[in-house]
Nanobody
């Protein structure tokens, strides 16, 4: 049973930084892709970033490129999302997601991911 547990959310002023963590357990994740998504009130869940566990390839939504960095720690089975230069429009519940992955395009839509964490709230004040 795959379990994903997010942490690190909170309240921060615009221009500040936060680092989210996603602790994964339940199986070997070397053949998985991990994604971060977010959902603001009244809006659909949207892709933020993804990383392949095996070789660390990363992908970002245009809205966060240059500000957010996704990374992984294989020894800790943990994926991180470093968020810098935060804006009020980054306010949302952030979710970690996982799915098996081999070759080809890394999944960037929520429907492609099978496993989800419970989410962590990020609030950016202006």
């Amino acid at each position: 049973q795959v379990q994903l547990v997010e942490s690190g959310g909170g309240l921060v002023q615009a221009g500040g930084s936060l680092r989210l963590s996603c602790a994964a357990s339940g199986r070997t994740f070397s053949s998985y892709a991990m994604g971060w998504f977010r959902q603001a009130p009244g809006k659909e869940r949207e892709f933020v970033a993804a990383i392949t566990w095996r070789d660390g390839r990363t992908y970002y939504a245009d809205s966060v490129k240059g500000r957010f960095t996704i990374s992984r720690d294989n020894a800790k089975n943990t994926v991180y999302l470093q968020m810098n230069s935060l804006k009020p429009e980054d306010t949302a519940v952030y979710f970690c997601a996982a799915r098996s992955y081999g070759l080809g395009n890394v999944p960037v839509t929520s429907r492609e991911y099978r496993y989800w964490g419970q989410g962590t709230q990020v609030t950016v004040s202006s």
